[in-house]
């Protein structure tokens, strides 16, 4: 366990092979799970690392380390690395190898899913849940109790390599399926959906669905909300016993 | 090395910082890599934690996990992580950081390829091979002899979020392309294809060969043994010297 | 930290939970990560370990790798595993949880985005820039200044589970959108483009912009530029304060 003297660690549990960096701030009850890192600089400091100092690898890291700020009740499970400049609100549960990089905002109670990598300057609101493999790349905002399925993939660069960057904007209570990508620039508006391996190149109206590549609108939320009911109130196919 | 007490380990090589937790056991020949976790313990134990208690983590953890059954010959590769509950047929092989969560059951000598996330509550039969990046979600069921491409996705729920959730059912001996996406509750049938990057929607008959978003059947299995013994016979383009 | 005997390494920052096995060299101002291996063993040297033997299992590992070589300026950043036979030039910078496999050479300055796979035998030019989440099997190659978009996938067997693998041949210069599929055997051509969401099935041919389920050619690399351009002059729409 490396833990700086820097960092503010309330009553949590923290694993052998966790390490806290910096002037990181861990809330109470919050889990720091085994082959962790919290509070990684970033990329200009780690150039930058004195690599003639007489000191250890994660003693270097941590002298140069502005730390990340962790609420309360986290959990930050095996094999996540969290840039420091990183806040992260009460509640939060990250999956198994999630990658956090720098100045990312996440708000009370979102999931973030297993091998999802959150790139940099990004902001989530609460109550969201971000599944696994997703990707979020900087200049993207997802507002509360967004849904983003299985390795939904994001981008920020509408002609690369272009030195013009910018992500999406996913509006509250917006649902995106599994494996769909949403090209840089878009909007996704309040309670849209996206229907699973959709390419989205324009934005989406509030309440509207889209579906195909490249998206086009095919029917409305309420449409949706009709079909869903009907789904859930069908006979129940079950694959296992 | 943490290994629990209450483990029963064949003569296996396990790595110095591997970690194997309560009742798991781990067959003759078996290796258990570096940075790996057999037998961590699902969501609800972990929430429950005593966080009181004079314990290490790894201890706390320990004391609550049911272990995992691994058989003999298995191969377990660095950062990957294999939950309580679950159980894993002689002969398997993971890659790299793979995530395989509780009540997950694999035949033998069955591949899961590099950063694949078995989500939990998923049987998947003997000889298959996952590849590479494959996510498939609880309530899904994947027969022997099946192949799964890399980046191949699979989901559980239709209209998310919903609260009625089933994974979907491929049969023996079936073929799903890189970065294909199988819509929840979906069955793939027997020897059936489905192209790469295809969404499918609906169920596929047996020997039969979907393309396309969504996807549509253009051919039969055996048109497509057809194609490929030509290619297999055509010349060798090859870009490696 | 495990530092193999036989390795030579020059001034190098290196993690104390790294592990550095066989022959393998390290070029001075590299920075060898926590949780990282470098000169892991390729699959038949690992069936092979002598399980009698009264070693540790790195030094069983140890004992068989080959190594791989690393340049100066080399970043490998938590959670990367690097097979042994592979090159790595200057200034190459891996993301967290990569994995590079056996026989794979990549060019100085290129970097390698997290989680992404480069599944050995490969060859990669130098200032390449591989985003996250990409897939690259054996028998590839990219040249220099190629960019591939997050969660590319590229695969080597066009009808699986054949026996003929051939991967894809990535021209100087050409970009690759996010999430797009390049099937096994395609060229694509200098400075082309392929689209985001993309499944490219055909050949490409230089300075050509592709996209769609399949691929097909919609306009060349000057219209791109010239829509390039125009988006890089426009009014700048931004997310984040």
């Given amino acids: 366990m490396y833990v700086s003297k ?5 009553k949590a549990l923290i694993a052998e092979s966790a390490v806290v960096l910096g002037e990181s701030v861990i809330g109470s009850g ?5 082959n962790t890192i919290i509070g990684y600089p970033v990329r200009s400091k780690i150039r930058g690392l004195d690599l003639g100092e007489n000191k250890s690898y994660l003693e270097a890291l941590d002298a140069v380390s502005g730390g990340s700020v962790l609420g309360s009740g986290v959990h930050i499970r095996p094999g996540t690395s969290v840039y420091e400049g990183s806040v992260i609100g009460d509640g939060v549960e990250t999956g198994h190898n999630v990658l956090i990089r720098e100045n990312v905002e996440i708000g009370g109670n979102t999931i973030i899913g297993s091998s999802s990598i959150i790139d940099g300057r990004v902001r989530i609101g609460s109550n969201a849940r971000i599944e696994s493999g997703v990707y979020i790349p900087p200049e993207s905002v997802i507002e509360d109790d967004v849904f983003l399925g299985p390795f939904a ?10 030195r013009k960057l910018i992500g999406v904007y996913v509006e509250e209570g917006a649902a995106v399926g599994a494996n769909a990508v949403l090209i ?3 909007k ?3 309670r849209s959906i996206v229907a699973a391996g959709s390419v989205v190149t324009r934005d989406v109206p509030p309440e509207s669905v889209v579906a195909g590549v490249p998206g086009r609108i095919i029917s409305g939320r309420e449409e949706f909300e009709r079909k869903k009911k009907e789904w859930e109130s069908g006979g129940v196919r079950t694959w296992m016993q």
Same sequence: chains 1, 2, 3.
Avoid: E, Q
């Avoid at 820097?6 to 309330?10: L, S, T």
């Fill in 184 to 186: 840089a620039g878009v």
């Fill in 6 to 10: 820097k960092a503010r660690v309330g």
């Fill in 30 to 34: 919050s889990i720091i799970d085994v």
């Fill in 188 to 190: 996704i508006g309040k």
């Fill in 153 to 162: 993939i994001v981008t920020n660069d509408r002609y690369p390599m272009s």
